[in-house]
């Protein structure tokens, strides 16, 4: 018999096929058992009926435990009771590996923790399934939006000899005869070189943060994207990271919207109208914005925008909102000073709604070399190991930019889930390394 999906059932009407999958649940009702068969792509129920079977397969089925991986032939009738619109009038049954008797994950509910440990179970429920539906999607928009527009995907290293986004959040691993190698933070500098060469460029890959919160938007390894562009000032970076959201949200809503509906429950109205142009917005003005909409906990000019206070910020919108030129003193070593006043750097972060928090930062970088050594000494880094770096400057130096957007996070957005840890197949947290 054919295997088919039962994403595909609807194509199979009247004919006899194979579905092959696992056993979610089963009743049984006299004569007749009902198997929820779920093989990756869906749900479907398949109907035993005593007399089709001998009596041993009719028993045995009666007593499969949960997950025991099958077979089920059968013609595919339609049965508009079920969501998915069709079930199986099985012929035919055939054990492939019969599970053990106690999968933790039964059908009732179970707290985050349990669920985190047994996350290479739990990824088989139908929200879980959603979910990595949802990020390959995500992905693939992101791939497509840069391959479309002419950029050219170059790999970072993972291994680097210096941090990039501050060096409190650097992993360490022991390199051989030179000493220490740290995990890469950002593949930013090596996005710069590779902009230099190709003009527009992309890095993807797998970064790392050392970093000790315990948010629920905080991972110590997440995905991120960073296109760099030669010849872009921070509005063509606004610009860019701007379409390219909606290219990403359009993408997803257009596959999507039904399982974001039924299975994830988000609200996909919001999602809807995050269209062109997003409020734009100076860290000056968002201050006093958050000064005016919480007088009771003040905030100076020079403090850090922290998840509450983008979260008051970005109730204020219906899109996402963009905070451009932060205080310099906030910035990492590479941004460029604002031409008209150097307490601020060209950078840019867009915050999600609904509190979803900052899911892209990026900015203007330094093109001077004389200005760009004097940051590095300002941040205490070692000239040394950004001599590569400081030969951008020296050949053919041009104004440049580019961001970072973060999958998980983006994820979160997207499917309206409370914590990143859901938003990748295996997190990594500060208090979580399994499995
Ligand atoms: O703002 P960040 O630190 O920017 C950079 O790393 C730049 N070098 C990017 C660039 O300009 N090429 O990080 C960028 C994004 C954040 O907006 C957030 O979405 C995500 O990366 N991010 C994290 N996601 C999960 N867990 C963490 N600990 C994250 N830290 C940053
Ligand atoms: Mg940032």
């Not at 579905?19 to 093989?39: C, E, M, P, T």
């Not at 941040?379 to 190991?385: K, N, Q, S, V």
Request: net charge negative; hydrophobic share 40%.
């Amino acid at each position: 018999m054919p295997h088919v999906y039962v994403r595909d059932i609807s194509k199979h009407e009247g004919q006899q096929v194979t579905i092959k999958g696992w056993l979610d649940n089963r009743a049984s009702k006299g004569k007749l058992h009902f198997l929820q068969v779920r093989d990756g792509t869906g749900t479907i129920q398949a109907v035993m009926f005593k007399p089709d079977f001998d009596e041993e397969t009719f028993k045995r089925a009666d007593h499969l435990p949960q997950e025991s991986a099958i077979a089920v032939t059968g013609v595919v009738k339609k049965e508009p009771r079920s969501q998915l619109g069709y079930e199986l009038q099985a012929q035919g049954l055939e054990v492939i590996a019969e599970a053990a008797p106690d999968y933790p994950l039964g059908h009732k509910e179970h707290g985050v923790a349990f669920l985190m440990d047994h996350r290479h179970l739990w990824l088989r429920s139908s929200r879980q399934r959603v979910i990595l539906s949802v990020r390959h999607t995500i992905i693939k928009a992101i791939r497509d939006y840069f391959d479309d527009r002419g950029f050219t995907l170059v790999d970072a290293p993972i291994f680097t000899p210096a941090a990039c986004e501050g060096t409190s959040t650097l992993f360490e691993v022991p390199y051989f005869d030179m000493g220490k190698a740290f995990l890469t933070q950002s593949g930013q500098l090596y996005g710069e070189a590779a902009a230099m060469a190709v003009g527009k460029a992309y890095v993807f890959g797998p970064t790392f943060r050392a970093e000790k919160s315990k948010t629920r938007r905080h991972l110590t390894e997440f995905w991120m994207v960073e296109p760099e562009v030669a010849f872009m000032d921070l509005d063509g970076d606004m610009d860019l990271a701007e379409d390219f959201l909606c290219h990403i949200v359009q993408t997803v809503l257009a596959k999507h919207r039904d399982e974001l509906v039924k299975i994830l429950e988000r609200d996909v109205s919001a999602l809807e109208r995050v269209q062109k142009p997003f409020p734009r917005i100076t860290y000056t003005e968002a201050i006093e914005r958050i000064q005016k909409a919480r007088p009771e906990t003040p905030i100076t000019w020079g403090d850090d925008i922290g998840g509450d206070e983008e979260t008051i910020l970005a109730n204020q919108f219906d899109r996402p909102v963009m905070v451009h030129r932060y205080p310099t003193a906030m910035k990492a070593f590479y941004f460029k000073q604002d031409p008209n006043d150097p307490n601020v750097a060209l950078g840019v972060d867009v915050l999600a709604p609904e509190g979803y928090g900052e899911i892209i930062g990026g900015g203007q970088r330094e093109e001077s070399y004389d200005a760009l050594i004097e940051r590095i000494d300002q941040h205490g880094l070692p000239r040394e190991a950004f001599s590569w770096y400081l030969d951008l400057r020296r050949f053919g130096s041009v104004p440049h930019a580019g961001f970072g957007l973060g999958v998980e996070r983006t994820v979160a957005w997207i499917c309206g889930l409370h914590h990143v840890r859901e938003t990748i197949p295996f997190a990594r947290m500060i208090e979580r390394l399994t499995p």
